[in-house]
């Protein structure tokens, strides 16, 4: 189909453990184990599960932070894996990620003015300082921030506030999907909600796709159109948001909802 | 920081070496006496007026030595721990930076150096590459270059797993600016920590280059050299050894107290912040 | 009610520097009672844990018109006596699974430390109790986990291992900081009925902290909500959850996405951040993020510290 701007095909990712003698066999972690996906222009993705469930690794095989051990990531219909150097810069600058920790996503020895300077430098070829502060002049009011923040270091800065930044960090390059890897999970509720109406309305005005990761269920219903949930590197539910979050098919998935809600009854339709 | 003081040890470390400095800067200007004459009949002349610490075995001033040959120690100390903290720099940080084999490769020859009392290195070196102050440089140089790349190598490994390093992947940082712009600020006090006391050993070093005869050649002053010539003489007239030692205990001590005392410092304080 | 396990009344905390980190906190846990305390993150709530725990850090400097544990008060004695009194009557059970046990001692090493300390019996007879308490706790093989060290067990073994050390001296209150927010949602679950149940089983009250909202409406009886350093409402859980009276406590219950969300209306936001400054103002802390700010918001207010459902809000909504 045309709007599908991301696909990964039976990603699987490996990961070397330590051996504790060397002529030890080499022990294997699957970290991602055979998955596809597929996300549409304009969709959110959400993916949930616990920790260890491998949903922030399948997030960085995605968004080419790590390599695949098999499989391939398709960035409209081209392999990330054969693409020359231009369609790579490409890829990487619509392509981009919004962490966890807001204040440990920023170099702390930069002031705002840097960290945002940074992505325009390295991906934007019409880059001069003069365009790189119109632009950051132009975004931080969009996320909600002073103009006169960019003189101040991340640490200066709330939670809350560093979110914001690593959302305009995001969204300075316009891209066309934003990985957002447990992105409200080390902020407030009450900022949550304001992250979270910003990601919604950034959406709105711009079609930027989202693959969102939580382990939060209420979050993940609020943010996504459709849900994968993961177990040990596994799918084992995929759906529509709605469908998924009131009438989960599978007993895990009842009882992830059901534990985030302190419930007894099992809302499963199978059980 | 609330302990805004400097520590004791800073302040001693920086008088020590500005009497190193003072002697050397003054050099260029003036001198008691010109280093390389000779007065015969002024031999192993004790502390005077005319001569602030004595004449040595020809009767050249002991005073106007010192100060000629500090210039090279010093030269020898900057040069050689520059040289061999730019190259530890860059080995460190492409074994850190590269794939898991070459990494174990680059860290084993390192530790294979380490291995070597430093000043076998040296004179091995030396006996390779002839004696000379350049030949002492490259020497103590190298002799410096692991101790600089496992350190660089330590710091990026803990630096390399941060979230604002994956981020800064995350918008296409290449491996060679994530060092440079991303790392190389976090490891600065460090590596002025380790330049610091590096420094002091250097001097060391090359002293006991010279006092072995395989450092800078006479007639050039040096305090190594110096020492050495001093040994023949020492059970008669002790006191021509004293200042030569004494001014390269000072150059040393300074060094490390420096180095020590920036390490407080500068290091803890990047933890706290 | 009956006479209150825990006490604490009129305590601030100030830094060297004079800030306010928390203001005139007054906290009562009843026998057998189980109180959560609401906030988010710089509300000081732990803060007020800690000031309970006499685990504040040197620099800090604790001010308490009251504070009595089982009906002694901990103000009058000396550091040693309080600390003594604390370790056997109160057990905490912390948020770091990993930073509360020592890696590098045994489980069994390390559990009965308190409970020889506090001279309840020999090294024996607490290894034994603390076998029968993880038992208690639902591990199924205690033996095997009380010779692992803390890094052979996962996060939920952990704060079992925690709970059951908690347990140790028979204490009359528990207080649990934020003991499952490191935890997977289904072992949280899990956790936080362990607790409970431990809380009937024992008849031990129990001080829970907490930003999960859905958990303490469950669990509690009482309902403490706290925002920059201030109680701003409290009272029984039914009182704070089906009426609340503090425009904060409206708001947190709105801010969090429920799964009954309707994904296209915007959830509501409390606009701004907590402020940090001028934390012992007697105006209201809320007003500059608060929806229904009034002129006489700005002034001191006249609050009833005697009603039963407390509230730190003079506007009558």
């Known amino acids: 189909m045309e709007d599908i701007i991301l696909e990964g095909k039976q990603i699987v990712k490996n990961f070397n453990l330590k051996k504790e003698v060397f002529w030890e066999k080499q022990k294997v972690l699957q970290a991602v184990g055979g998955i596809n996906i597929q996300l549409r222009r304009g969709q959110t993705i959400g993916i949930v599960g616990e920790s260890g469930s491998g949903k922030s690794t399948l997030g960085e095989v995605l968004g080419g932070l790590q390599q695949p051990t098999s499989g391939t990531v398709l960035y409209h219909g081209k392999d990330l894996a054969q693409m020359n150097r231009e369609e790579r810069r490409q890829y990487r600058r619509n392509i981009q990620f919004i962490f966890q920790n807001p204040k440990e996503s920023m170099n702390p020895y930069f002031t705002i003015e840097k960290i945002l300077t940074e992505p325009l430098k390295l991906l934007d070829e019409s880059y001069t300082p003069a365009y790189a502060r119109q632009k950051i002049a132009e975004i931080l009011p969009q996320v909600g921030m002073e103009p006169d923040c960019v003189k101040k270091y991340p640490s200066e800065l709330s939670g809350g506030q560093c979110q914001r930044i690593a959302i305009a960090r995001a969204l300075l390059l316009s891209p066309e999907i934003i990985v957002c890897d447990e992105c409200v999970s080390a902020v407030d509720v009450s900022v949550q909600a304001q992250i979270l109406n910003l990601l919604k309305s950034l959406q709105r005005r711009y079609g930027t796709s989202y693959l969102f990761i939580s382990h939060d269920m209420g979050v993940i219903h609020y943010m996504s159109d459709y849900v994968l949930v993961m177990v040990g590197g596994k799918i084992i539910e995929q759906g529509d948001g709605a469908t998924v979050m009131s009438h989960p098919a599978e007993a895990y998935t009842a009882q992830l909802i059901n534990s985030s809600l302190f419930q007894e009854e099992p809302i499963c339709a199978a059980l | ?273 | 009610m009956s006479a209150p396990v825990m006490q604490l009344k009129g305590c601030t905390v100030e830094d060297a520097r004079k800030n306010i980190l928390i203001h005139d906190v007054s906290l009562e846990v009843g026998e057998n009672e189980c109180v959560g305390i609401i906030g988010e993150s710089g509300s000081g709530k732990t803060m007020t844990a800690r000031a309970i725990l006499g685990l504040l850090s040197r620099d800090l400097k604790l001010d308490a018109k009251e504070m009595t544990l089982d009906g002694e008060d901990l103000l009058a004695m000396n550091p040693r006596q309080k600390r003594d009194t604390i370790g056997k009557k109160i057990g905490f059970v912390p948020q770091n699974t990993v930073a509360y046990l020592h890696p590098l001692i045994r489980i069994r090493s390390q559990i009965a430390d308190g409970y020889q300390k506090a001279g309840r019996g020999t090294k024996k007879e607490g290894e034994a109790k603390a076998e029968k308490l993880l038992a208690l706790v639902g591990i199924h093989d205690p033996v095997r986990v009380m010779n692992s060290y803390p890094g052979q067990l996962s996060g939920g073994m952990r704060q079992r291992v925690n709970i059951a050390m908690a347990l140790m001296c028979d204490p009359r209150l528990i207080i649990a900081d934020e003991p499952t927010t490191a935890l997977d949602c289904i072992v949280q679950k899990q956790v936080t009925e362990l607790f409970f149940q431990l809380h009937e089983q024992y008849n031990t009250a129990i001080l829970m902290i907490s930003h999960n909202l859905t958990m303490l409406k469950k669990y509690c009886d009482r309902i403490v909500v706290m925002y920059a350093g201030q109680v701003v409402e409290a009272g029984t859980t039914e009182e704070v959850f089906e009426h609340p009276s503090h425009p904060y406590t409206k708001a947190l219950m709105e801010v969090i996405p429920r799964l009954d969300q309707n994904p296209n209306v915007p959830l509501l936001e409390i606009p701004g951040y907590v402020p940090e400054k001028d934390r012992g103002r007697s105006s209201c802390l809320f007003a500059d993020r608060c929806p229904n700010c009034r002129p006489q918001c700005r002034e001191p207010l006249q609050i009833n510290e005697e009603q039963t459902h407390f509230s730190r809000c003079v506007v009558q909504a």
């Open chain 2, 1 to 273: 920081m609330k302990n805004k003081k400097p520590k004791f040890s800073v302040i001693l470390g920086m008088v020590l070496i500005s009497i190193i400095l003072l002697l050397c800067l003054v050099s260029f200007f003036w001198l008691p006496y010109d280093p390389d004459r000779m007065d015969t009949a002024n031999r192993f002349a004790l502390p005077t007026a005319a001569h602030l610490l004595g004449t040595d075995q020809f009767g050249r001033d002991v005073l106007s030595r010192i100060m000629v040959a500090s210039r090279s120690a010093l030269l020898v100390g900057l040069c050689s721990v520059s040289v061999g903290a730019l190259i530890g720099l860059v080995v460190g940080a492409v074994a850190a930076m590269s794939g898991p084999r070459l990494q174990s490769l680059i860290m084993r020859v390192i530790d294979g150096f380490m291995a070597f009392p430093g000043i076998l290195l040296a004179m091995m070196l030396v006996a390779v590459l002839g004696k000379g102050q350049i030949n002492a440089v490259i020497a103590i140089g190298i002799f410096m270059i692991p101790s600089f790349s496992r350190l660089v190598y330590s710091m990026i490994l803990e630096n390399k797993t941060r979230l604002h390093i994956k981020a800064a992947r995350s918008y296409g940082c290449g491996p060679v600016r994530i060092v440079i712009s991303h790392i190389f600020p976090d490891m600065l006090p460090r590596m002025v920590t380790q330049f610091s006391s590096s420094i002091g050993g250097a001097i060391l070093t090359e002293s006991s280059l010279s006092f072995l005869g395989l450092g800078i050649q006479p007639p050039s002053a040096s305090w190594g050299m110096m020492l050495s010539e001093a040994r023949q003489y020492v059970l008669s007239y002790p006191f021509i050894a004293v200042a030569p030692g004494v001014v390269l205990l000072i150059a040393v001590l300074g060094f490390n107290l420096l180095g020590d005392g920036l390490n407080d410092r500068l290091v803890r304080k990047g933890v706290r912040s």
